[in-house]
């Protein structure tokens, strides 16, 4: 089966510009995830989608990141404005369900270079 | 709050040596746990998982796992490493009354030499 797809791959913007992600998960995945993943440090969950609701967004910096899944397949997560610290790769999973005993899927990561 | 320890940042072995990398939780209640694997220039991927059951699990080339609930520890084996083995490897931790959400320690570089 298709893994999970992200685009793009790389992207650098300048501090104060807006970026956004695009994920497709895996086909039938009911569960989308977002992860943060600093260098040097392991992946940061920041929001989770079941379908097209959102059922965890606690670490989910709201003031600057959005994210939304439309028709439960496709999300695209987006930074507006940049800070330096948002510099990461940003990680799309999917998974069948919402529960933990379902593997999940990780895509290639966006890697962003804010400067 | 969740948190997982990794105890190596890098380790550096020779082929055929035997490799334990470390992992500790910090979680009261039940969780599933998990060893993610990401080659170079690969993206992460699973390499073993424990719900239940029998505390010793086996995963994809020759990995294993020892699930110790008293030392909150889910250590990772392979008694002969190979070159291919060079990647960096993540424990992860799942609170099974919080959703899919997994807490990720900060990952072990693990270089083999040839």
């Known amino acids: 089966e298709a893994g999970v797809a992200q685009s793009p791959r790389y992207k650098i913007i300048e501090k104060r510009q807006s970026v956004a992600f695009w994920c497709n998960p895996i086909?039938?995945?009911?569960?989308l995830y977002w992860y943060q993943q600093i260098l040097g440090q392991g992946p940061k969950l920041l929001i989770q989608?079941?379908?097209?609701?959102?059922?965890?967004d606690s670490q989910l910096p709201k003031d600057r990141f959005s994210a939304e899944r439309l028709k439960g397949v496709d999300s695209t997560l987006k930074i507006q404005p940049a800070k330096l610290e948002d510099s990461a790769v940003y990680l799309c999973?999917?998974?069948?369900?919402?529960?933990?005993?379902?593997?999940?899927?990780f895509g290639p990561g966006t890697r962003l270079t804010v400067t | 709050a969740q948190s997982v320890s990794q105890h190596n940042h890098h380790v550096i072995l020779s082929e055929a040596a035997s490799l334990e990398l470390g992992c500790n939780y910090s979680?009261?209640?039940?969780?599933?746990l998990f060893w993610y694997v990401q080659y170079p220039g690969q993206h992460l991927q699973l390499l073993l998982k424990?719900?239940?059951?029998?505390?010793l699990v086996k995963g994809i080339k020759g990995f294993e796992a020892e699930f110790i609930k008293s030392k909150f520890s889910f250590n990772l084996r392979k008694p002969s490493v190979q070159w291919s083995d060079t990647a960096e490897y993540f424990c992860?931790?799942?609170?099974?009354?919080?959703?899919?959400?997994?807490?990720f320690g900060q990952g072990t570089e693990l270089s083999v030499k040839p």
């Open positions: 424990y719900f239940s059951g029998d505390p």
């Open positions: 989608f079941q379908n097209n609701g959102v059922v965890d």
């Open positions: 979680y009261g209640g039940t969780v599933n």
């Open positions: 086909s039938g995945h009911a569960t």
């Open positions: 992860a931790v799942n609170a099974r009354n919080q959703g899919g959400k997994l807490i």
């Open positions: 999973a999917s998974s069948r369900t919402g529960t933990g005993e379902y593997e999940q899927y």
